[in-house]
């Protein structure tokens, strides 16, 4: 009996392949392939969150801790409408900058932060005038010159800040490089026209903001503040500016 056991043992097949657990390994490897694949064809690589990412996941990996793989991104990520890329910003501290001129966006500022109005308005100014800028998705829907309710709010509680003084106010409508394609507006050139116009119209007609003192320009696609090449830049590009003239700054 011992010698056919002893047989027996010494005639077993010894084990061959990858260990076990090199199985579990390779599925989270073809997982981790699959979850970066994923990433690329759903968004643009940004080098630097893609090196944060990798970074943290291979501390996850070794064992360290980590606070997060991909950290969420923050409430103030769009870029606001007085960056500096704008083109109608200036520095308020640059000695080029008129006095009365800094007098101005100094009150329109403490009106706008008074009236609560940050989240919608924001203010900037260069040699020629203070900008008061609302962006276009709070003023109107895509492809219309309508001014929404929400719009028509803002603009009424900007009513006050305007009779404080007498100087003209021109509205600026621009937009993005999007054709368009409706009977109503056939270029960029009536759709930003159209807009300038129905702003003017409602400070006016709706408002006590007197007739002389407003005027519209539409300038289409052709005075973009960013670059048209994300819809978030394109977003930026459409707005609606009110300058206020200082006389005497040109």
Known sequence: MSRERKKRKTTETPATGAPAWMATFSDMMTLLLTFFIL????????????????????????????????????????????????????????????????????????????????????????????????????????GEAQIKEGGQEILGNLEGLFLQFDNEIVIEGHTDNIPQQSFRFPTNWELSSGRATAVVRYLCEVKDIPENRLSAIGYGEFRPIADNSTPQNRALNRRVNLLIIMEGEE
């Open 39 to 142: 990433l690329y064809s759903i968004s643009s690589i940004d080098a630097i969150k893609f090196k944060t990412i990798s970074e943290s996941l291979q501390s996850v990996l070794s064992g360290e801790t980590s606070s997060s793989i991909i950290e969420e991104d923050g409430p103030n990520d769009d870029i606001p409408l007085d960056n500096p890329q704008y083109e109608q910003q200036e520095d308020p501290e640059d000695p080029k900058i008129k006095e009365s001129t800094l007098e101005m966006y100094n009150q329109v500022k403490d009106y706008v932060e008074e009236e609560g109005l940050e989240a919608d308005v924001s203010v900037s100014l260069n040699r020629n005038g203070v900008f008061v800028n609302i962006k276009e998705a709070i003023l109107f829907e895509p």
